[in-house]
């Protein structure tokens, strides 16, 4: 099973930028539709964005739409999440995560994945 580490997280004030990475081990990225998902304190996990195994199809969500991407690098093993334009209500834990079930489906739902990362922190600072 793959094994998943973020990294990339932080503190900027409002307006400012972040890419995240997701560094994948144990099995060949290519094999897995990736995710990610945040969590903010007294908050439901929710879904950000996610590409698929098949043919980089990616799916954002409304929230952050416009200002975060989501992109793969198969050939190094990384799954990356550009956060532009950040605001206060970003603030959270961002998650990464990976599915073997699919292949043209790009799956939002935390039960669609199998494998997640430890997160990273990001803070968003007015």
């Known amino acids: 099973q793959v094994q998943l580490a973020e990294s990339g997280g932080g503190v900027v004030q409002a307006g400012g930028s972040l890419r995240l990475s997701c560094a994948a081990s144990?099995?060949?990225?290519?094999?897995?539709?990736m995710g990610w998902f945040r969590q903010a304190p007294g908050k439901e996990r929710e879904f950000v964005a996610a590409v698929n195994r098949n043919d980089g199809m990616t799916h954002t969500a409304d929230s952050v739409k416009g200002r975060f991407t989501i992109s793969r690098d198969n050939a190094k093993n990384t799954v990356y999440l550009e956060m532009n334009s950040l605001k206060p209500e970003d603030t959270a834990i961002y998650y990464c995560?990976?599915?073997?079930?699919?292949?043209?489906?790009?799956?939002?739902?935390?039960?669609?994945?199998?494998?997640w990362g430890q997160g990273t922190q990001v803070t968003v600072s007015s």
């Open positions: 995560a990976a599915t073997s079930r699919f292949t043209t489906i790009i799956p939002t739902t935390g039960q669609s994945y199998d494998s």
């Open positions: 144990g099995d060949t990225l290519s094999s897995y539709g």
